[in-house]
């Protein structure tokens, strides 16, 4: 796993990144973007005399807007001072959209007011929201969908190297070793670590190139070859982060992110005898490009995250794991599985998102609140304990013979209440989301 100090590097370049470029055109002229799906890039927008303004055209076109639609509905909410529901928002828009739509595009739309809203703040007082109506929210997120591009035209290089290192060149890399040692027996030490032979089914086959993972040293040489490559990079102006054979490199539209992929496919073939993987290698948006198990938001000042791949493979990891946790003590099952938490949430401390976190924590509790509700078994074993952590009796009854499944009733109130966060901080629990917490306020 490779160090924090890697990660910071990431930070580092994130911090960056330019949060907003002004265009001023000249008197007379007018913007003109280029159609490509939802997204536009700053390297398509120009400034003409003979192009009309498009951006309202692009915001209402079906394909964006029945986007914007799906965002606004999954993301529920509360209904504005209209009292309109999201479930109302379709038939609503399918009646009346041909009027909003030639208010709109002849600049005479006003929005509703805002209803307003307040909420409490964690150290005492109230902040004041105001919540759009859902129609309004259509169209916000529409041109949010829009806008987005212009001012937020990160792009990202993200770097395979096909089988890197299988077929590190020996020559070469002790080449870049000869620079900076000048002693020769290690020199011909590290020769013959390299050339030693690999055995296999008690065959032993003679290694000609690469370096086999799994040596302490596999990381060192691999770095100090790819210093080649820091090197150029660093030597033509790009922000990038590299560790061993990861490499993303930060551009600001596609068209740079294609030229610099040819660029730096042509440099480490030629200087380094190394290919890179096409069908692995990509240009694509910064927020949709992982590094290390991080990835990015889309704030136009972004921010670190767990990436969607990460938080997936540890829920798998410990999905396997509490299997076997139902005939054994609880005290021994969060035994087990602590170091893992422990471990992971000291490799993702960097991460300024913290709601996946804390969606993750809950997870666990429910995993493991479903493995004592497999062992109490019986209906009225359940009742007695839920009884003795606190339930009336009635409650505890209803609760234990309501005839649902066990996931159901892990995630439902009354186990919720029989079994809360404070009780798992008692029996010893790592809380990922506490543990970040803490070693951010260390750090």
Not at 13 to 33: W, Y
Not at 110 to 115: I, N, S, Y
Not at 194 to 219: N, Y
Not at 302 to 312: C, F, H, K, N, Q
């Amino acid at each position: 796993m490779p160090s924090v100090g890697v990660i910071v590097s990431l930070v580092t370049v994130m911090q960056k990144f330019p949060t907003a470029e002004t265009v001023i055109p000249s008197p007379g002229q007018k913007p003109r973007m280029m159609h490509d799906s939802a997204k536009v890039s700053t390297a398509s927008v120009t400034w003409t005399n003979a192009e009309p303004d498009t951006l309202m055209e692009w915001v209402l076109a079906p394909a964006n807007l029945k986007r914007a639609y799906q965002r606004v509905v999954s993301n529920k909410g509360a209904p504005g001072a209209d009292g309109m529901t999201v479930a109302d928002l379709a038939g609503y828009v399918k009646q009346y959209w041909p009027t909003f739509k030639a208010r709109l595009l002849a600049g005479e739309y006003h929005p509703q007011a805002v209803r307003a809203v307040e909420i409490p703040k964690p150290q005492g007082g109230t902040r004041q929201l105001g919540i759009p109506s859902v129609v309004d929210r259509l169209i916000q997120q529409a041109l949010q969908q829009q806008l987005t591009p212009l001012f937020d035209p990160r792009w990202c290089v993200e770097l395979d190297l096909e089988k890197f290192f299988d077929r590190i060149k020996h020559d070469i890399l002790m080449a870049c070793l000869q620079r900076r040692v000048e002693d020769k027996r290690v020199l011909r030490l590290i020769r013959r670590y390299l050339e030693a032979g690999i055995m296999s089914r008690g065959v032993v086959r003679q290694r000609q190139e690469g370096t086999p993972q799994g040596g302490p040293l596999s990381p060192l040489l691999s770095n100090i070859l790819l210093d080649e490559l820091d090197w150029e990079l660093e030597r033509r102006g790009h922000r990038f982060v590299r560790y061993a054979d990861d490499a993303n490199i930060y551009v600001r539209n596609p068209r740079a992110g294609e030229r610099v992929m040819d660029s730096v496919e042509r440099f480490l073939s030629q200087r380094l005898k190394l290919t890179v993987n096409r069908k692995k290698s990509r240009v694509a948006r910064a927020w949709r490009s992982d590094y290390l198990g991080y990835g990015m938001s889309r704030h136009l000042q972004p921010r670190l995250r767990v990436a969607t791949m990460s938080l997936g493979r540890i829920r798998g990891r410990l999905r396997e794991w509490l299997r076997g946790a139902r005939g054994r003590k609880m005290a021994n099952v969060i035994e087990w599985i602590n170091p893992v938490l422990r471990g992971w949430a000291g490799y993702f401390q960097l991460s300024q998102s913290k709601r996946p976190l804390e969606e993750l924590d809950g997870w666990i509790r429910h995993k493991l609140r479903c493995a004592i509700w497999r062992q109490w078994k019986q209906p009225s074993t359940r009742a007695r304990n839920l009884m003795r952590l606190g339930l009336s009796e009635e409650r505890a009854c209803k609760s234990a013979f309501n005839g649902r499944g066990p996931w159901w009733n892990s995630g439902a109130p009354h186990m919720n209440q029989a079994l809360p966060k404070k009780l798992w901080d008692r029996l010893g629990l790592v809380s990922i989301l506490d543990t970040v917490n803490r070693l951010s306020r260390m750090t």
